[in-house]
């Protein structure tokens, strides 16, 4: 049995003075803050941006819920402006990113090759790496969702030295942001292809990989997205700023089979 994941993204969003009140009201809705051992049932993170991350990693810690950075440079140090990099993170305690989110391949120019670097880097030094991924609109309507993936996945894939600290979040751009979720069928459909594909290239260690599903999931429907073999989790970014709402979702992911 894979343990649930429930990954807030808070994007480019909050202040330093947001997060105590944010996290007290957290952890008292979903019931974290009576009851501790909730953290061992379902993996709760938040990827929150840099110069947040102390301040949540501070407010969080003793309550189980970890801090994520949204992004990192595969490179240990030197002349990368405006980067931040791995050892950097970990000296303050943080050892969980995401990569490869399509804001950041939209906006930032990150690339399938950029994203195995920076994957295969995290891995290196014992980051847990969320790695995003998935097909535009054009794509699925050109029937192209499949390919798109494999195309994506390829790379990283030849790039880590197995699954170990790796979860996937596949996350349709189509569904990021819109209200417009994939269906818990689509959805399915698609992370039952990640782990057949996944389990050609690792074996049966893809069968313990955690695949989270992103894009417009929220209190509303991710119960039924959770009845679904292989969706392990949930990448949620705009309900993830309402404390009322992500904390239902974990209480959604702690009922769930
Ligand atoms: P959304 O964002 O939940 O607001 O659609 C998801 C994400 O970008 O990770």
């Known amino acids: 049995m894979r343990k649930k994941m429930i990954a807030g993204n808070w994007k480019m969003n909050k202040v330093v003075s947001d997060v105590p009140e944010f ?13 501790r051992s909730i953290s061992a049932k379902v993996d709760i993170l938040f990827a929150v941006p840099s110069v947040l991350l102390d301040a949540c990693r501070t407010t969080a810690s003793g309550m189980g819920i970890h801090v994520a950075a949204q992004n990192i440079h595969q490179e240990t140090s030197g002349a990368f402006t405006g980067e931040v990099s791995l050892p950097m993170l970990s000296d303050i305690g943080v050892n969980a990113t995401l990569i490869g989110h399509s804001e950041r391949r939209q906006f930032f120019g990150e690339t399938n090759q950029s994203v195995a670097l920076k994957t295969a880097s995290a891995q290196k030094a014992g ?11 054009e794509q699925r309507n050109a029937g192209q969702t499949e390919a798109v993936i494999k195309d994506q996945l ?3 894939f030849d790039a880590i030295s197995g699954l170990n600290n790796i979860v996937l979040a596949y996350e349709p751009v189509w569904a990021i942001g819109t209200g417009v979720s994939a269906t818990s069928a689509q959805a399915q459909s698609a ?6 594909l996944t389990r050609s290239r690792f074996g049966g260690s893809a069968d313990s990989l955690r695949i989270l599903y992103g894009g417009s999931a929220n209190p509303k429907n991710i ?3 959770f009845t679904k073999a292989d969706i392990d989790g949930a990448l949620i970014g705009g309900a993830s700023l309402k404390p009322d709402e992500i904390s239902s979702m974990v209480v959604k992911a702690l009922e769930a089979k």
């Open 127 to 137: 980051f847990l790496a969320i790695v995003c991924f998935g097909e535009t609109l």
């Open 154 to 156: 390829d790379p990283v």
């Open 191 to 196: 992370h039952e292809y990640i782990r057949n």
């Open 223 to 225: 119960a039924e997205l």
């Open 23 to 35: 996290f007290r009201a957290f952890s008292s809705a979903c019931g974290l803050a009576k009851d």
